[in-house]
């Protein structure tokens, strides 16, 4: 059944579609993927790693260009995404960038794909925040053939432990303000994210018949910049903001 937070998180994405034109647009033009606010780049995080002749699905894919960067290292893309409006986007960047892969309308928590038709599942702010764990990931696992890898970049559980509790108010701050236990749904005024504590996370990849490979947790190199007025580099510098989970289904 879709959530509530589908619906809304379509609206919400709709109407940012319009600001993440530029971002998408450079994203697509770079052939040196970085990844995150703050852009790190891809020697130091490794989403890319062995995707040549991987069939991958982007989960929640926005304007594609992670796609775009799967397509070019020789893997087969395949994006899916909830907003008829960033996917409007990414087939003007296709057209552009004269590259092509499907794209589809719908949601990442119930795909319209067969079982095991993927040899990688990735998400960088899509379906990583946007779905309900409990739900995309056990689709993830549905989606991946045995050996397949599920990666997958969000914000670190510490982030929105941190986020005031007016989400009005930024940046976030240097103390624990929010629950971790209970922690899952994030109802802010124009959309709904998730996000679980790392016990909750490992048990769910575990249960949905992943082996863990690596947690990153990102550090942003001195210096560096960001468009996103939540955080500042001071924090980040101090503790991982985002994350980064690498699984592998088991044979
Ligand atoms: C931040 S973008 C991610 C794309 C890109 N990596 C980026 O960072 O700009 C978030 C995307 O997730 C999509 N999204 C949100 N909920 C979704 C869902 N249930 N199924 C598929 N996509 C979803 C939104 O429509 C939006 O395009």
Not at 80 to 98: H, M, T, V, Y
Not at 137 to 145: D, K, N
Not at 229 to 237: F, G, K, S, V
Request: net charge negative; glycine share 8%.
């Amino acid at each position: 059944m879709t959530g509530d937070h589908v619906l809304r998180n379509r609206v919400a994405w709709n109407a940012y579609a319009e600001e993440f034109r530029d971002p998408g647009h450079r994203a697509w033009s770079s052939d040196e993927p970085t990844w995150g606010i703050w852009g790190i780049p891809e020697a130091g995080v490794g989403m890319l790693e062995g995707v040549d002749g991987n069939d991958a699905i982007e989960l929640g894919c926005g304007t594609a260009y992670v796609s775009a960067w799967l397509a070019r290292r020789g893997a087969r893309p395949v994006g899916i995404d909830n907003s008829p409006k960033q996917l409007e986007s990414a087939r003007g960047f296709q057209a552009e960038f004269d590259l092509r892969f499907p794209l589809v309308h719908g949601d990442a928590e119930h795909t319209p794909f067969p079982d095991a038709q993927f040899d990688l599942a990735i998400s960088e702010y899509g379906a990583a925040i946007w779905c309900d764990p409990y739900v995309w990931i056990p689709e993830a696992a549905r989606l991946l053939r045995p050996g397949g890898r599920l990666v997958y970049l969000s914000h670190s559980p510490l982030t929105m432990l941190c986020s005031p509790l007016d989400d009005e108010v930024v940046p976030i701050e240097d103390r624990l303000i929010r629950d971790q236990f209970g922690m899952h749904r994030f109802d802010w005024s124009d959309a709904t994210e998730f996000q679980v504590s790392h016990g909750e996370t490992i048990r769910l990849l575990h249960d949905c018949g992943f082996e863990i490979e690596d947690l990153l947790e990102l550090q942003p190199a001195e210096g560096s910049t960001t468009n996103a007025d939540w955080i500042t580099l001071e924090w980040a510098r101090r503790w991982p903001c985002e994350d980064v989970w690498k699984a592998r289904k088991r044979p």
